[in-house]
């Protein structure tokens, strides 16, 4: 097996020229915190997903942050989650002194099962906190109607999902617009574009979004742009407690170059999943991702799932050796040491659940999905000589 040199990625940003002459302009400006670059790309962002309001923070983790706050969770409160995701989901809702409260999984989409959300709602229950994972939109129509009925605000995690779409009353519309109260994207280079690191926090309701502008700015009321172009002395106040939340105005100008990409991004990624997804068909040791017909991914992530006869670890190593890179499917946070210590519950723990450090009974589905799923590399710039080359040495991976 050489006709791979080097080894093939998980992942590679699409990046470029444009993105460098958009950093530099930034920088020739003299301006490279956030300022107009911000606004920019914040409005551009807004039009793109459909929404009223877009707000770019540091990353993903504290759009998190600010979108539990803004909905007011507080020390104390619960937030329905998933464990099956990113560590950072849980950890933004310990970042409020409040618990997570973990539901299971579906199978087939690695997305939290709606039907588990109910039984769990309790008098302390303050949000629900969903994740697109990997890009596959959740079951969104099920989840809303959950939370009207029980009068508890939506955030999306869509750190993975810019681009998805999902089909809303006839129409194929955007994550993010938001469908629930907020929506939380990143920017991460693991992600469908990248600014190196970055965030943002789209909604359509306007108190949130001028509540976001406070905080990301140490909560101060006049923003560093308005008291620069100002022509009378202004002194800004702090009529709250903020943080320094903020994405630079070069990261933005970045950002802006490659939400210009993103359609071709988006597209190429879907071509080379449904291509994938044929090659694949026939190794028989795997199961292979499914789409809803009312969900369109992005594909951040392409994810098989190993039967019992293959070892992920053997699989994994065999490939690496081989020159293909993969990683393992989602973590769990509540299998993490952090989570040891760290406040959690599955809704059932004083009552029914025999939940140990580590494992939990109501948690399989999201167990099992770690261990025995793998992510391929899946990346714009891939070719389909790589694709190849990766179908053939994963198919020699799982006979052994
Ligand atoms: C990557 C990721 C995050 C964190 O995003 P950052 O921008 O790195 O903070 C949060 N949630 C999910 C589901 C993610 O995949």
Not at 38 to 52: D, H, I, L, P, T
Not at 74 to 83: M, Q, R
Not at 149 to 168: F, K, Q, T, Y
Not at 183 to 202: N, Q, V, Y
Request: glycine fraction near 6%; charge should be neutral; hydrophobic fraction near 40%.
């Amino acid at each position: 097996m050489s006709e791979v040199k080097s080894r093939i990625p998980i992942a590679k940003p699409w990046i470029g020229e444009a993105e460098a002459e958009a950093a530099s302009r930034a920088i020739m400006s003299g301006w490279v915190t956030q300022g107009p670059e911000v606004a920019a790309f914040e409005q551009e962002f807004a039009a793109y997903v459909g929404g009223n309001y877009a707000c770019a923070v540091s990353n993903c983790t504290t759009a998190l942050h600010l979108a539990l706050l803004a909905v007011g969770v507080k020390p104390g409160d619960e937030v329905i989650t998933v464990s099956h995701s990113y560590i950072a989901t849980a950890n933004s809702i310990r970042y409020c002194g409040a618990t997570p409260v973990f539901v299971d999984i579906e199978p087939q989409t690695y997305n939290i099962n709606p039907m588990l959300i109910e039984e769990v709602i309790s008098k302390n229950t303050r949000a629900i906190l969903i994740v697109h994972q990997i890009g596959m939109p959740c079951d969104l129509k099920a989840i809303l109607d959950i939370a009207y009925r029980h009068n508890l605000p939506v955030i999306e995690d869509a750190a993975c999902a810019i681009g998805s779409e999902i089909l809303w009353d006839g129409n194929w519309e955007k994550i993010g617009k938001p469908h629930g109260d907020i929506a939380c994207f990143s920017f991460h280079p693991r992600k469908i574009i990248t600014t190196g690191d970055g965030g943002m926090l789209t909604t359509n309701n306007p108190a949130y979004d001028k509540q976001f502008r406070l905080w990301r700015q140490h909560g101060m009321s006049i923003p560093d742009t308005v008291r620069h172009g100002a022509k009378q002395v202004m002194f800004e106040s702090y009529p709250m407690l903020g943080y320094n939340y903020r994405m630079t105005d070069i990261q933005a100008a970045v950002g802006r170059e490659q939400l210009k990409r993103l359609p071709e991004i988006t597209e190429r990624r879907r071509y080379l999943a449904q291509q994938y997804q044929e090659k694949l068909a026939d190794i028989l040791r795997l199961k292979l991702p499914t789409e809803p017909n009312w969900a369109k991914s992005n594909w951040q992530s392409f994810c098989v799932r190993l039967t019992e006869k293959c070892n992920q670890l053997q699989v994994m190593q065999t490939m690496l050796d081989a020159g293909v890179a993969t990683r393992r499917g989602i973590m769990c946070a509540h299998r993490e040491q952090a989570y040891q210590t760290e406040a959690w519950s599955c809704g059932f723990k004083a009552k029914a659940c025999r939940c140990e450090i580590g494992k939990c009974d109501r948690l399989t589905e999201s167990e099992q999905a770690q261990d025995q799923t793998i992510l391929l590399p899946l990346f714009h710039q891939m070719t389909v000589s790589e694709q190849d080359y990766v179908v053939k040495v994963l198919q020699m991976a799982t006979q052994i």
